[in-house]
């Protein structure tokens, strides 16, 4: 009776337990079902390097060009920014900052990463976007510029704490030995302690990219969300994601608009799998 | 020769230079929200329904519809999310089949939280006819959080004394009970701040619930889980971007009552860690 | 010698690649006190958790040869009913975070017990039998981390007790104790002789000597000499044990 009663609960244990695997192949399983029906309509080619944006028109025109160079324009405005940044005071807090700095400011960081996109968009629309638009003297200050600031800004918690795990990671007596030959404590950490934890600060930056090319809300709030090929940092853009998201709720189920989105979905999708396998295996690197 | 003195000095300076780059806007922010979106704050805002297209009167619909989108998130997720953590840390041997599942749960953290919803509305609202409803938000939601409700729960296991395991083991106590009786009730506070974390981050998103339940505008409240529901983001999302005109009080209160809400349950789940940290017996 | 309570034949542990036992073969007798002595990594404790199969929660753990409980095939039984049969105390005292009553208590509740008068009966036995009850029955619902660390390990010993084995295995039970808890320990064993097979591993070679009515030496997971204690210390075969015993290694 009772050994009967483990055993469905162990059989239960095991199927919760790869559960995750299922819903990660759910999750791809449907965005394909549904997108890539639109592949009826447009090739490939014409989808992924089409110039022309235009869902609703008759026929409609789906070439995400424009959302995708939109995405990388700003995903590596916000990389200049958070990943020279975020390194920075990933170094200056696992390093340098005495005990009870350490504390309150990693506390600071990870009041940044619950903060919800959502309220740090509103906050961006009401402070960073006139600043923008007034430094620059720009008819709009929804730019790709302020979407970048924005960005690097959420991606920081993500690259600040794994970089510092990095950090953390390296083996005491590299740096003990590093300071017995006399080295000063920034040479340490320039010359030993950071190549030391490469890899791992590697997947901090990888996982803050991933961060930045997913977000959504705050990025399709002061963007501008322009579905034109951008010349500069300085006009509106639209990303993938706020794409999907603006434009979701008056596509028709079934139609071709509604395909298309969900092909960008795929796109997303392929997008932050590769950068979380490949952030994992640096990871992996780094704990042999 | 250069002074390696003063290169760790300039070096230092820049140092700190990014980490204040980092903490003071998170600061101001947070400054700003309180001080423009605290008067605001009154039992009327609180309990009553929007007026005038939203531009005045309360977020009360917002509120509850969080409340119902986020229970129904950690129904979902808790069982599930707390079994895999057992199964991870209990049963999985050192195999390919505890790689992948691990590299699933890092994926799942890592989808953009737009493609869950547009996996939700394809899932839940289509494929299974829920409609744009609570049901559908919730459980998209429950997914996205199953990664944080999984890693902090095996985070909690782990940290239960292997030894208190071979024990009750040498007892001739089978397995399943060892770990209901001894390794489930000495993780019981970590399970809770993972828990409640991972509410916060459900609180706080919009994206997942844009096209699985979130209403532009839905003045009572939702009478069962097929309703479609207010949620207090995507409120703060239409009334700063969709609806012109909104009288700047509304949106900062819009604000600091979800920024409250967040950032109450980071601190709780932040005090019962250290809590139980100070009172561990082992 | 009577039937064995153990017997064990060319017994071999593989840990990985590592060895850990090399073609172990001995008898336990029932109601002795066999000592197992020998310098860490010998194997002593990887044997004594062969006993009651803890070493398979080790997942890179394989085993070859037979060990057999009065009579049976011990690797073929229900695990659960084993470790019932066979109980341990372990080298730390590893109280759990319960009160002193709820710990000795616990593995008589596991195994089904409700009723409250039993179980009450159950624990002031076994707590009588480890020399604890006169100490803690005023405070049973104290936490058991209160005890002091000999007081602990009493209480580990009763917990044991409590699930009413044939068989105790003791990992080191004093190597945190200091001589006066050591000695009580000490004493609860040798009046538990009567009523219960107890195999002991210890690195402390007088323990093996006050207690032990046989006394085996391992080395790098062979057994190397078994004999009475007496003519162990007095007059080994092998001359590794007498090194051994003589303080010149481990």
């Not at chain 2, 920024?259 to 139980?276: C, E, H, P, Q, T």
């Amino acid at each position: 009776m009772r050994k009967a009663k483990e055993f469905i609960v162990e059989k239960l244990i095991l199927t919760c337990g790869v559960a995750s695997i299922f819903f990660v192949a759910l999750i791809f399983l449907f965005l394909m079902k549904e997108g890539l029906a639109v592949f009826k309509t447009v090739s490939l080619s014409d989808f992924l390097a089409g110039h022309k944006w235009y869902p609703i028109s008759e026929p409609p025109q789906l070439g995400i060009l424009p959302l995708i160079l939109g995405s990388i324009l700003v995903t590596i405005g916000a990389a200049i920014i958070s990943i020279p940044i975020g390194v920075g005071s990933a170094i200056y807090i696992a390093e340098i900052a005495p005990a009870w700095a350490k504390e309150v400011l990693k506390a600071g960081v990870e009041l940044l990463a619950a903060i919800p996109s959502v309220v740090l968009g509103f906050v961006g629309m009401v402070t960073l976007v006139p600043l923008v638009k007034n430094v620059f003297n720009l008819p709009t200050g929804l730019t790709a510029l302020s979407g970048s600031i924005m960005l690097a800004f959420m991606a920081m918690p993500t690259i600040v704490s794994v970089a510092e795990d990095a950090l953390y990671s390296v083996p005491k007596n590299y740096k003990e030995g590093a300071f017995a030959l006399g080295a000063t404590q920034w040479q340490t950490i320039w010359r030993v302690m950071l190549p030391a934890s490469s890899s791992g600060i590697l997947a901090a930056v990888m996982l803050g990219i991933g961060r930045v090319i997913g977000e959504t809300m705050a990025v399709m709030m002061i963007t501008g969300n322009a579905a034109v090929i951008p010349k500069t940092i300085l006009v509106p853009v639209r990303t993938l994601t706020a794409t999907v998201a603006a434009e979701m709720g008056e596509a028709v189920v079934g139609g071709e608009h509604y395909f298309a989105l969900f092909a960008i979905g795929i796109v997303l999708f392929m997008i932050s799998f590769m950068i979380n396998v490949t952030a994992d295996l640096f990871l992996h690197k780094r704990q042999r | 020769m250069r002074n390696p003195y003063r290169t760790q000095k300039i070096a230092f300076f820049f140092l700190l230079l990014s980490t204040l780059l980092i903490v003071v806007p998170v600061g101001l922010i947070v400054v700003i929200i309180i001080q423009k979106g605290l008067p605001a704050i009154n039992w009327q805002f609180l309990s009553e329904v929007p007026q005038q297209g939203m531009r005045a009167g309360g977020i009360f619909p917002a509120i509850v519809g969080t409340f119902y989108l986020v229970s129904g998130a950690i129904l979902f997720a808790l069982p599930i999310g707390l079994l895999a953590a057992v199964y991870l840390t209990e049963y999985a041997k050192d195999n390919l089949l505890t790689r992948i599942i691990k590299l699933a749960i890092v994926n799942l953290a890592g989808v953009p939280s737009v493609v869950y919803g547009l996996f939700g509305f394809a899932l839940f609202v289509v494929f299974f006819k829920f409609g744009a409803s609570i049901l559908s938000g919730s459980l998209t939601l429950g997914i996205m959080i199953l990664p944080v409700i999984i890693t902090t729960s095996v985070e909690a296991l782990e940290s239960v004394p292997a030894s208190f395991r071979e024990v009750s083991l040498s007892l001739g106590v089978s397995k399943w009970q060892t770990i209901r009786n001894i390794v489930l009730p000495n993780a019981v506070p970590g399970i809770l701040t993972g828990t409640i974390l991972g509410l916060g981050r459900a609180a706080g998103e919009t994206a997942p619930i844009l096209f699985t339940v979130a209403a532009f505008y839905l003045p009572q409240l939702p009478a069962s889980i097929f309703d479609q529901a207010m949620a207090l983001p995507y409120h703060l999302y239409v009334i700063s971007t969709q609806v012109p005109n909104v009288d700047e009080k509304v949106r900062y209160g819009t604000a600091f009552v979800l920024l409250a809400l967040v950032l109450s349950m980071n601190l709780v789940a932040i005090v019962i860690r250290s809590k139980f940290r100070k009172k561990k017996k082992w | 010698m009577v039937d064995p309570k153990f017997d064990i034949k060319d017994l071999s542990v593989w840990f990985g690649h590592l060895q850990a036992l090399k073609k172990v073969t001995l008898a336990i007798a029932p109601n002795e006190i066999l000592s197992i002595i020998g310098p860490s990594n010998s194997g002593k404790t990887t044997f004594l958790r062969m006993l009651n199969r803890l070493n398979a929660l080790n997942l890179s753990f394989r085993v070859e040869g037979e060990i057999r409980i009065d009579g049976v095939d011990l690797l073929r039984l229900d695990v659960e009913a084993l470790r019932k049969r066979v109980g341990m105390v372990f080298a730390l005292p590893l109280s759990l975070p319960l009160s002193i009553y709820d710990n000795v208590a616990y593995g008589v509740r596991m195994h089904g017990e409700k009723n409250k008068k039993k179980l009450e009966g159950r624990v002031q036995a076994a707590l009588e039998e480890a020399y604890l009850w006169e100490e803690v029955k005023d405070r049973l619902q104290e936490s058991a981390f209160k005890l002091s660390g000999g007081q602990q390990q009493r209480l580990c010993i009763a917990r044991t007790l409590a699930v009413e084995p044939e068989v105790i295995l003791f990992d080191e039970p004093c190597s945190g104790l200091d001589p006066i808890s050591t000695a009580k320990v000490e004493d609860a064993m040798l009046k538990l002789k009567s009523r219960y097979t107890i195999v002991l591993v210890t690195n402390n070679v007088k323990q093996a000597a006050r207690v032990g009515d046989r006394t085996a030496f391992f080395l790098n997971g062979e057994l190397i000499e078994l004999d009475q204690t007496e003519k162990i210390f007095t007059a080994p075969h092998d001359k590794r044990t007498e090194d051994y015993i003589l303080g010149k290694f481990g």
